[in-house]
Structures are given as structure tokens and as C-alpha cells.
């Protein structure tokens, strides 16, 4: 259960970002994905993460205190927003520069609209991740927008994708936001990892 959560500050640049001396953990997703609302229901704040109907609505590296205890940070979407190619050109470097450069980045959560069948861009990302070394978990929302068997469907797809480039997979989370649905396997997820931070 999260105590507290406080909005600290949004930066156009990972070097701009708060101290790196608490364990942090990004959120990232194609646009529209809901993560604003994930985020918002994982720590019980309702408006903590701003939501928009438009995508691509969070532009800058935004960073939250959860706990006075550790970052969690919610990214700019990637793929479709309706932004212009040099936007999304100058997202992509800072997205890039933030998971790569970030030295207190311990996990970063990839939020998939399960929804959709395997998207090639989605699918780049993972392999982004994996190619760096960064660690990943897979985040699957909005279950509760569709029956379980076309969430398992998708879901299958996807591993059948993913094992054409990975030998072992990563961890995979099914949520919903607005059922509250592995909220509490996501939180989890972050609390065994915390463990693993070196000041």
C-alpha cells in the first residue's frame, strides 16, 4: 500500500532529472496505452499522472516520490502521437538517453495494450531493452476491456513473437486500472526488486 506519492519535478533531459540516490523505476508504453492511469491506480492518487484522451500527452521525464522511498517515473509514450517527426525524434533520444544513461534505473515497466496483437514497434522496444541489458517487465492493461480468452489470445501471440528473438521471457503482468486488476503483482514486482539497489 503506497503512503505517499508527490509529484517532484519534469525534465527535458535525464542529466536535468533529480538526484540519482533512491531506486527508481520507469513506466513506458506506445501512446494511449493507459498508463497515466495505471500509475495513477497503483498509487491511489487520482490525479498524480495527468490522463488526456490524446495521446502523447506526457512529453517530459516525469518523476514521483512514492513513500519518500523510491522514483517511479512515467515516460513519454513512443509510436503514433500526434506530434511532428522532429518531436518524436527528439522524444526517442531523450527516451533512449534517460533508459540507457540513468544510473539508479533499476527496472523499467513496459505497458501493452492487450487489446492488440503483437505491434512491431512494441515488439523493437523489447528488443531495445534486451539488446542494453535493461531489465523489463511486461505490463498488460486494460484486461477489462475484452474476455479473458481474446486477453489470452493476445497474450499467447505475443509470447510467440517474442520467443522468435528471446530464449527466456521476461515477467508478464495482466492489469486493469480501472478494476484494480495486478495492481498489487505490480507493486510486488518493484517492492523485490528495491532490495537490489546499491547506493
Known amino acids: 500500500m503506497v503512503k505517499s506519492a508527490e509529484f517532484v519535478k519534469s525534465s527535458p533531459d535525464y542529466r536535468q532529472s533529480p538526484k540519482a540516490d533512491k531506486p527508481e523505476f520507469a513506466f513506458i508504453g506506445r501512446s494511449n496505452v493507459g498508463k497515466s492511469s495505471l500509475i495513477n491506480a ?103 476491456k475484452q474476455t479473458a480468452n481474446k486477453t489470452n489470445e493476445n497474450l499467447r501471440n505475443y509470447k510467440n513473437e517474442l520467443l522468435k528473438y528471446w530464449e527466456e521471457l521476461p515477467q508478464i503482468i495482466l492489469t486493469s486500472a480501472e478494476k484494480r486488476q495486478g495492481l498489487e503483482e505490480l507493486m510486488d514486482s518493484i517492492k523485490s526488486i528495491i532490495p537490489y539497489y546499491n547506493k
Open 42 to 144: 497503483l498509487v491511489n492518487k487520482k490525479d498524480l499522472a495527468k490522463t488526456s484522451s490524446q495521446p502523447g500527452k506526457t512529453q517530459l521525464i516525469n518523476h514521483f516520490l512514492i513513500d519518500q522511498d523510491w522514483y517511479l517515473v512515467d515516460l513519454p509514450g513512443y509510436g503514433y502521437a500526434r506530434v511532428s517527426r522532429d518531436n518524436r525524434a527528439v522524444w526517442g533520444k531523450m527516451i533512449r538517453n534517460y533508459i540507457l544513461k540513468r544510473e539508479n534505473l533499476l527496472n523499467v515497466y513496459l505497458l501493452i495494450d492487450s487489446r492488440h496483437s503483437p505491434q512491431k514497434i512494441d515488439i523493437e522496444f523489447m528488443n531495445f531493452l534486451g539488446e542494453n541489458s535493461v531489465p523489463f517487465t511486461i505490463v498488460f492493461t486494460k484486461i477489462d
